[in-house]
């Protein structure tokens, strides 16, 4: 399992991941994770500035960001998914969160079937507040569970520990069957990284689904008998970010989620 590592400059602690992004995010005691979702997808340099407005606007420092959600106008190449992260780890390196090799945000990056951006964006991102401020949600905030929100990182039907393309899980295969492996290898993947962050399954407030393929077939035989049935589903009409991907999720404990106006 994955080394966590305390983030004390962010108030929160992070499952080691790769370069791009950590595997998840969750608050250390004392703090509550924030997620805010832009109202229109905004190009990265652009979002990066508007989440920096944000976070001195709530009095928190830059490594108070512990997760970002983006979007892109289609999947990219290896090659190119890898030239993608090099420019956008380079802000988290200048905000002072990209340390001695270890990236503490987590991150999901998928790409709309329908109204996608002309570049890639920002959907959505999340961070820590002091638990119990106005800024939290009051003690709304350490309502969930334990108190302990967090935030898992997207995962797609590729262990990340296997050569690419070949180790993709049901490589190809878009059938009822391959769609219901690659959903139980991505759910097996969110539970272990839950585990390994020390969260709490049973706490979830969202599930992502991302793919433009149907998954009503899945509904009873993999999210109703993981419990996710019961908090609904959000399913993103989306693609995974690299060529070859056709099944993504994320989860997440945040008990305050808000929507922020952009010009």
């Known amino acids: 399992m994955a080394t966590l590592h305390n983030f004390d400059a962010g108030g929160y602690a992070f499952l080691e991941g790769g370069f791009p992004y950590s595997a ?9 994770i924030v997620r805010a979702r832009f109202h229109r997808v905004l190009p990265v340099a652009e979002g990066f500035a508007a989440i ?62 329908f109204d996608a951006p002309a570049q890639p964006g920002f959907f959505a991102f999340s961070y820590t507040v002091p638990a119990g401020t106005a800024a939290a949600g009051g003690a709304t905030a350490d309502a ?29 295969d878009t059938s009822a069957a391959g769609l219901a492996s690659k959903a139980q290898y991505v759910l097996g993947t969110m539970r272990e990284r839950t585990t390994g962050l020390g969260g709490d399954w049973s706490a979830l407030t969202a599930a992502q689904v991302y793919t433009v393929h149907d998954i009503h077939p899945l509904l009873g035989s993999h999210f109703a008998a993981d419990g996710l049935t019961r908090i609904g589903l959000t399913w993103h009409v ?26």
């Open 238 to 263: 989306c693609r995974p970010p690299i060529v070859g991907l056709d099944f993504e999720m994320d989860v997440r404990s945040v008990a305050l989620e808000r929507v922020l106006a952009v010009r």
């Open 52 to 113: 920096e407005a944000h976070l001195r606007a709530a009095n928190r420092p830059l490594t108070a960001l512990c997760a970002a959600e983006l979007r892109s106008p289609q999947p990219f190449s290896f090659e190119g998914f890898r030239d993608f992260n090099a420019g956008y780890v380079a802000v988290l390196e200048r905000w002072g969160l990209y340390r001695d090799g270890l990236n503490p945000v987590a991150r999901s990056n998928v790409c709309p079937q």
């Open 24 to 32: 998840g995010a969750i608050a250390l005691p004392g703090h509550s």
């Open 144 to 172: 969930v569970a334990s108190g302990r929100s967090f935030v898992v990182a997207g995962s797609g039907e590729w262990p990340e520990d296997q050569p690419f393309p070949e180790g993709i899980v049901a490589r190809g």
